[in-house]
C-alpha cells in the first residue's frame, strides 16, 4: 500500500520505520530539514519537503494511488487540514493525531467523520488507558485484549522462587486455555517451546481465554494487594486524562504537579482528586506526602530521568508499583532493570494505536509489547488462506511466530498440532516485530 505521513517526529519516525519494514510504499512530508534528513538516511522512504496540509505538496505526491494519509504533525489544525484536503483528493482513509482536549470534548470520532477523517488520535488519551488498564490488574505488567474481549493477553514478572521457575513450559499447572505465548529475559524475546523454561525475573507473556486468564492472575496477585490509593508525579494531559479515569473507576488518587495552571486545571475537571501544588521531585514533598504508603506511583513528568528518580525513591520507601513515561524507548529495558514495574513510551502506543488501523483487510488488531520487542497480531482467517483446513503441525510457519489461540463460533480455544483452522475463525499470533510482514503473507500465501 502507498502511504503518506506527514509529519517526521517521534511518533512518525516510528510509524515510516515499521511501515517499510512491512514492504508499504511510505512517502514522508516534512517541512523541517533536520527532521527530514534523518528520516531520508535512516529509512528506505521518499521524502517531500513542504506543508502536509498544502495542496500543491499534496498534488506533487500524487494522491490518486495513495491508500492512506497519516498526519501527525506537532499541530492538531495542520493535521486535520491535511487529512480533510486528503479526503478531498481522493485518499480512501485519513488518521490524525489531535491533542487539544478542546477539540475532543464530546465524541471525537463523531467530530473527525463530520470532517470527513476515518480516525483521530489522542495519544494522551491512549497512554492514560493503556496505565489504567494494568492498574486494574495488580499483578500485571500489561495486559491487552483481544477479539471484543473473549482472549486476553497477560504479561507478568516472575519472582525470585517461584513455582514456575526452573519447569519445562509443557509440565508447567497452567490453568486450561492458556499457554506460555512469550518470556523476556535478559532484555530478548523468546517464542518458546514447550521444552523451555521460565526462569526467576523473567517477564512472562500467558495468552488465553479470559476468565481462564483471570484465574491465572488471581495466582499471581497473592504476593499484591489490590490497586486502590495510586499516586500521580506530573498533571499534563496524560496524568489529568489518567486521574479522570481512575477517580470514575472509584479509585482514591492523589497528584502532585508543580504547575499551577495545569492543578487548577486538574481541579476543574475532577471532584474528589487531591491536587498538590508542588515540586513531585521533592524528596521532602513526597515523603511528606506518604508516597510509600501508596499502591502504585505513576511518573510521567516530561524528564525521563526525573521520572526514574521519583520511581526509584517510590519504591525504596515501600510502593508497592512503579510506572514511568519515557520519552525515548531505547530507555525501557535499562529503567526496568533498576526496578521499575512500569515502563511505557507515549510515542509506541501511539503508534501502536495506528498501526492496528493500517495493516492489511484481515488483521483486526495490533499490538506492541516491551519497546516494540514482541507483536501480537489478531487476524480472520480467510478461504484460500494457506493456513485453512490442514492440521497445525503440518504447517511451516515461520519461525519465531505462535499461535496462541483461536476463536470460533463465540468459543475460545488454545490450539494443538492436531486443530484445524477453519475460514472465519480469529486467531491470535504472537511473534517478533521484524517477523510480522512474513507471517502475514505466509497466511495469505504469498510468501
Known amino acids: 500500500m502507498k502511504i503518506v505521513i506527514v509529519g517526521a517526529g517521534k511518533v512518525g519516525f516510528t510509524l515510516a520505520q515499521r511501515l517499510t ?54 499541530s492538531d489544525e495542520v493535521n486535520m487540514i491535511a487529512c480533510v484536503a486528503a479526503k478531498q483528493h481522493g485518499v480512501p482513509k485519513v488518521i490524525a493525531r489531535v491533542r487539544n482536549t478542546e477539540y ?17 488520535i489522542n495519544p494522551e488519551m491512549v497512554t492514560a488507558v493503556e496505565i489504567s488498564q494494568i492498574l486494574k490488574t495488580p499483578a500485571a505488567l500489561d495486559v491487552e485484549d483481544f477479539a471484543g474481549g473473549k ?16 519447569v519445562a513450559l509443557r509440565y508447567l499447572p497452567l490453568p486450561d486455555n492458556v499457554l506460555i505465548a512469550g518470556i523476556l529475559r535478559h532484555n530478548k524475546m523468546i517464542i518458546p517451546s514447550g521444552s523451555d523454561a521460565v526462569e526467576d525475573n523473567d517477564s512472562v ?22 490497586v486502590e490509593r495510586i499516586l500521580i508525579v506530573g498533571a499534563g494531559r496524560i496524568g489529568r486524562n489518567l486521574a479522570q479515569l481512575m477517580e470514575n473507576g472509584g479509585y482514591t488518587v492523589k497528584v502532585i504537579e508543580r504547575d499551577k495552571r495545569r492543578c487548577e486545571e486538574l481541579a476543574k475537571v475532577t471532584d474528589k482528586t487531591t491536587v498538590i501544588c508542588g515540586d513531585g521531585t521533592d524528596a521532602e514533598l513526597l515523603a511528606e506526602e506518604g508516597i510509600g504508603d501508596y499502591d502504585a506511583v505513576v511518573c ?31 530507555f525501557i529495558a535499562l529503567m526496568e532493570q533498576v526496578g521499575v514495574d512500569v515502563v511505557f513510551s507515549p510515542r509506541l502506543l501511539t503508534a501502536g494505536a495506528i498501526l492496528r488501523q493500517v495493516r492489511r483487510e484481515e488483521v483486526v488488531a495490533v499490538t506492541l509489547f516491551e519497546g516494540a520487542k514482541a507483536e501480537a497480531i489478531e487476524l480472520v482467517v480467510k478461504a484460500g488462506s494457506r493456513v ?9 510457519f515461520p519461525r519465531r511466530v505462535l499461535v496462541g489461540a483461536v476463536v470460533r463460533d463465540e468459543a475460545t480455544f488454545i490450539p494443538t498440532g492436531n486443530s484445524v483452522l477453519a475460514p472465519g475463525d480469529r486467531i491470535v499470533l504472537f511473534t517478533l516485530p521484524d517477523n510480522a510482514a512474513k507471517v502475514l503473507d505466509f497466511v495469505e500465501g504469498r510468501g
Do not use: W
Not at 37 to 49: K, N, R
Not at 151 to 166: A, D, F
Not at 205 to 226: H, K, Y
Not at 388 to 396: C, E, N, S, W, Y
Open 21 to 74: 519494514q512491512e514492504n508499504h510504499d511510505v512517502i514522508v512530508i516534512e517541512q523541517d530539514d533536520d527532521r527530514r534528513a534523518i528520516v531520508e538516511h535512516s529509512l528506505d522512504v521518499m521524502t517531500i519537503a513542504g506543508n502536509g496540509a498544502s495542496p500543491r505538496v499534496l498534488a506533487e505526491v500524487g494522491p490518486g494511488d495513495v491508500g492512506l494519509l497519516i498526519a501527525v504533525t506537532d
Open 300 to 330: 510521567l513528568t516530561d524528564d525521563d530521568k526525573l521520572n526514574l528518580l521519583v520511581a526509584l525513591m517510590a519504591k525504596h520507601l515501600g510502593a508497592q508499583k512503579t510506572f514511568a513515561r519515557v520519552g525515548r524507548p531505547e
Open 205 to 226: 507473556f500467558f495468552l488465553g481465554e479470559r476468565d481462564a486468564i483471570r484465574e491465572l492472575e488471581a495466582q499471581f496477585d497473592q504476593t499484591r494487594s489490590r
Open 388 to 396: 485453512a483446513g490442514k492440521p497445525l503441525k503440518d504447517i511451516k
Open 104 to 120: 475532543l470534548e464530546e465524541d471525537c470520532q463523531a467530530f473527525g467523520r463530520t470532517l470527513g477523517i476515518d480516525l483521530i
Open 151 to 166: 482472549v486476553r493477553l497477560l504479561e507478568v514478572k516472575v519472582r525470585e522462587h517461584s513455582p514456575y521457575s526452573g
